[in-house]
């Protein structure tokens, strides 16, 4: 009898063991082969992160992978609850793409102090602690700032004053966007920013805002849209003036979706940078890298290009998003 009594205890000890176990580099979630991961997205603020989320959920569905998903309608604490919540629920792995760049070093160390490997998806954090994430996969917002200036400059005939819809306040590329654009017109002096201000990446943001820049400012060359639709807002704005967008007032944007294409297309755009959304594929890849206890790259930058109108004319037809 007791031989069997001991027996039945080492089978539970070694069942304990099996369920508490974790790989080096993954979480403490379940023991099964699948993966989940615990997703936390900025919100639904444009086309660009709506097609962003649809490459996340379908991307996980391919690779086999549990995705829990919330969304932070664009605020902080949301993203931050999100977290401990995954926290608290031992998924194996974390990503999130931050609403701002800073305050996330106390949910990221409570993340780290459980095992949980977290990477950072579309937007970095500005944390002096690179330990408290795997990696950054995502844009050169910076470069992506760049490329806007040079077609500014490269097009601008005299004195040229520009506004600016900026993206929202504190975040990652509204920050490097501006910080971009402004070192490359930098050379051309009679290129001026007049008025800068956030829309917030949204549509109607960059309509309010423009409206408020054609009422305040005497003279507007060039509206520069941190994205596609801040850009659109504010074609609607410039139309309900009396103006011709992408004639009176040139704009250049940035995203490249479908809706800121077709008014490429259309001549109203004269300009976008482009910055992919369809991040899916190599974030699951990464996630089964990191809870495996692989190295991973600290940054992982997207390739991306530019259009023209001509070239977004030719595009069109096989877009994704």
Same mark, same amino acid.
């Given at each position: 009898?007791?031989?069997? +009594?001991?027996?039945?205890?080492?089978?539970? *000890?070694?069942?304990?063991?099996?369920?508490?176990?974790?790989?080096?580099?993954?979480?403490?979630?379940?023991?099964?082969?699948?993966?989940?991961?615990?997703?936390?997205?900025?919100?639904? &603020?444009?086309?660009?992160?709506? #097609?962003?989320?649809?490459?996340?959920?379908?991307?996980?569905?391919?690779?086999?992978?549990?995705?829990?998903?919330?969304?932070?309608?664009?605020?902080?604490?949301?993203?931050?609850?999100? +977290?401990?919540?995954?926290?608290?629920?031992?998924?194996?792995?974390?990503?999130?793409?931050?609403?701002?760049?800073?305050?996330?070093?106390?949910?990221?160390?409570?993340?780290?102090?459980?095992?949980?490997?977290?990477?950072?998806?579309? !937007?970095?954090?500005?944390?002096?602690?690179?330990?408290?994430?795997?990696?950054?996969?995502?844009?050169?917002?910076?470069?992506?700032? !760049?490329?806007?200036?040079?077609?500014?400059?490269?097009?601008?005939?005299?004195?040229?004053?520009?506004?600016?819809?900026?993206?929202?306040?504190?975040? #990652?590329?509204?920050?490097?966007?501006?910080?971009?654009?402004?070192?490359?017109? #930098?050379?051309?002096?009679? %290129?001026?920013?007049?008025?800068?201000?956030?829309?917030?990446?949204?549509?109607?943001?960059?309509?309010?805002?423009?409206?408020?820049?054609?009422?305040?400012?005497?003279? %507007?060359?060039?509206?520069?849209?941190?994205?596609?639709?801040?850009?659109?807002?504010?074609? &609607?704005?410039?139309?309900?003036?009396?103006?011709?967008?992408?004639?009176? +007032?040139? +704009?250049?944007?940035?995203?490249?979706?479908?809706?800121?294409?077709? #008014?490429?297309?259309?001549?109203?755009?004269?300009? %976008?940078?482009?910055?992919?959304? *369809?991040?899916?594929?190599?974030?699951?890849?990464?996630?089964?890298?990191?809870?495996?206890?692989?190295?991973?790259?600290?940054?992982?930058?997207?390739?991306?290009?530019?259009?023209?109108?001509?070239?977004?004319?030719?595009?069109?037809?096989?877009?994704?998003?």
């Amino acid at each position: 009898m007791l031989k069997k +009594i001991t027996t039945v205890a080492s089978v539970v *000890l070694l069942s304990a063991l099996t369920a508490c176990g974790s790989g080096s580099g993954g979480g403490t979630g379940s023991s099964s082969d699948t993966i989940t991961m615990g997703f936390a997205q900025v919100g639904a &603020e444009s086309g660009w992160r709506t #097609a962003n989320t649809k490459s996340v959920q379908e991307e996980a569905k391919a690779a086999g992978i549990d995705l829990k998903f919330s969304d932070a309608q664009q605020k902080q604490e949301n993203q931050i609850k999100a +977290i401990r919540s995954y926290i608290q629920q031992k998924v194996q792995v974390i990503a999130f793409s931050p609403v701002v760049e800073t305050g996330w070093d106390t949910v990221l160390l409570e993340a780290k102090r459980a095992n949980i490997p977290v990477i950072l998806t579309d !937007r970095a954090i500005d944390s002096d602690d690179t330990s408290l994430y795997k990696t950054f996969l995502g844009s050169d917002f910076v470069e992506e700032g !760049r490329k806007a200036g040079d077609w500014m400059v490269a097009n601008a005939t005299g004195p040229t004053n520009v506004v600016e819809l900026q993206g929202t306040t504190g975040a #990652a590329p509204a920050i490097d966007r501006k910080k971009g654009f402004e070192e490359k017109i #930098a050379a051309k002096p009679d %290129i001026k920013i007049v008025a800068s201000q956030t829309g917030d990446f949204t549509r109607s943001g960059g309509k309010q805002v423009m409206e408020a820049f054609l009422k305040s400012q005497p003279k %507007i060359d060039v509206v520069y849209a941190h994205n596609d639709d801040m850009g659109l807002g504010a074609i &609607e704005a410039i139309k309900a003036a009396g103006k011709v967008p992408g004639k009176d +007032i040139k +704009i250049i944007t940035v995203d490249a979706v479908k809706d800121g294409m077709t #008014a490429l297309a259309n001549g109203e755009i004269n300009y %976008i940078v482009e910055c992919n959304p *369809l991040l899916g594929k190599q974030l699951m890849e990464l996630a089964k890298k990191v809870v495996k206890g692989e190295e991973v790259p600290a940054r992982v930058v997207t390739v991306e290009g530019t259009f023209t109108q001509e070239q977004a004319k030719a595009a069109l037809p096989t877009r994704q998003y």
